[in-house]
């Protein structure tokens, strides 16, 4: 269940398709692990006050903007969040969060996350 904030930041890049996080019937989709991780991060981030949730949203417009300008628009590689992510990594660095060093170490843990197998079931 989201908290006021989190709902907010969800709907404000429902506006546009282009800005829209992918939904799958209603729901966002994530594909892998680490687009749930990167999109928990960029809210929580900010509902900590890191930065303003606006500032996020217009750092993701401008990091596809450029991706756009320098790709073909049917490009097979498109990533919607690996644009969140390039955005949400300039905006850390930017507002000092974290710093190139530990960000480059955190985001291959990030993107090397594996789902947790379930605990096995002793009764």
Known sequence: MFTKFEHFAATSLMGSPEEA???????LQFDRDWEKIAFAVAIA???????????FRQMLITTIAEWENSHA??????????????ALEKL??????????????QLAQILHCKEMPAPANNT
């Open 21 to 27: 996080p992918p939904r799958q019937d209603g729901h």
């Open 45 to 55: 981030l900010s509902k900590q006050g890191h930065y303003e949730w606006e500032d």
């Open 73 to 86: 628009l049917d490009d097979p590689e498109w990533d919607y969040y690996q644009c969140w992510l390039t």
């Open 92 to 105: 850390a660095l930017e507002s000092g969060v974290i710093g190139s060093d530990e960000l480059e170490a």
